[in-house]
């Protein structure tokens, strides 16, 4: 006989499934893997050479960095950063931290479910396209 209880979820869950959700985490922390990277390659020179002959292989240092490195922002590091770059690090480390709270997918402003084509276009989306086009006519 089977009769499990239907666990109710919480209002405000994210519409994506835990497998989903693990596939977006690696598709965000790739993204800022690539933005480090980009930054890497450009600032090399200037930046400590030891992980290179460490471990020769730099995408997988920039990687590892972009996964653990959430107080990245606070470091020395960043300075170097273009304001664009960081705002799209800002947008990726948050969207991150929305998947970690199972909360991603949700808008963050209305709490209605981001359509998944626009997270597909945009992983980093925290809002509907509802209340982005809202905002962008505030701040426009
Ligand atoms: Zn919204």
Redesign the pocket.
Known sequence: MVNKKKKVSKAASSPFTKKELASVRAKLVKKKAQILEDFIKIEGDTLNKSYKDASGDLSGYAFHMADMATDLYDREFSLGLAEEERERLFALDDALKRVDEGIYGL?D????KISKQRLKVMPQAK??I??QEEEEKSTG
Do not use: A, D, Q
Not at 109 to 112: A, I, K, R, T
């Open positions: 808008c402003s209305c709490g209605v809002n509907c509802k209340c």
